[in-house]
T-cell receptor, first 116, second 113 residues
């Protein structure tokens, strides 16, 4: 069946450290992935995306790695700041390469807490 | 540019009532998707509309319906509300029907009492 899951429900780091948030997906047909950040009381905020024909993509202070062999996705945040504290979700899209539609399937989320 | 806007931000309804939630996508975006997020979980897909046609439907009862207007805004309707419908309802917009680079609104917090 379809599922996107996270290995660790919570992650606590010190300010300035690098953070790594992991995500496992089970549907090998998924061809597009997005990481979202959600702060309390707000909607998910787009962070970075990656297509299945890529292994790595970098943004500002963030890097997403995709390992299709083991169906694993990770989000790396460099020099983590207190403002990065939030719930992080990975989402997979199984139809991005097709012409039908794009349903995002979300994982449960990881709570990232950054201590000053 | 305005992002995805949803209204209202909060709503309290009684069991059995119906509710209409509204979403305006980012200018130029033609796809609108609706998600339900209960506390402690990730968003669950309800509907996607693209170019005013339903493109996808999640595993939700027929009490849930939606539509998209010519200006690409959208409404989500829920009839015969149950306590379990209490959740954050999120709207996401995307330029393409494939929902790449989907951006979310702030959500509507629905409480059913």
């Amino acid at each position: 069946g379809e599922s996107v899951g996270l290995h660790l429900p919570t992650l606590s780091v010190q300010e300035g450290d690098n953070s790594i948030i992991n995500c496992a997906y089970s549907n090998s047909a998924s061809d597009y992935f997005i990481w979202y950040k959600q702060e309390s009381g707000k909607g998910p905020q787009f962070i970075i995306d990656i297509r299945s024909n890529m292994d790595k993509r970098q943004g500002q202070r963030v890097t997403v790695l995709l390992n299709k062999t083991v169906k694993h996705l990770s989000l790396q945040i460099a020099a983590t700041q207190p403002g990065d504290s939030a719930v992080y979700f990975c989402a997979e899209n199984q139809n991005a390469g097709g012409t039908s539609y794009g349903k995002l399937t979300f994982g449960q989320g990881t709570i990232l807490t950054v201590h000053p | 540019d305005a992002g995805v806007t949803q209204s209202p931000t909060h709503l309290i309804k009684t069991r059995g009532q119906h509710v209409t939630l509204r979403c305006s996508p980012i200018s130029g975006h033609k796809s609108v998707s609706w998600y339900q997020q209960v506390l402690g979980q990730g968003p669950q897909f309800i509907f996607q509309y693209y170019e005013k046609e339903e493109r996808g439907r999640g595993n939700f009862p027929d009490r849930f319906s939606a539509r998209q207007f010519p200006n690409y805004s959208s409404e989500l309707n829920v009839n015969a509300l149950l306590l379990g419908d209490s959740a954050l309802y999120l709207c996401a917009s995307s330029f393409s029907g494939m929902n790449t680079e989907a951006f979310f609104g702030q959500g509507t917090r629905l409480t059913v009492v």
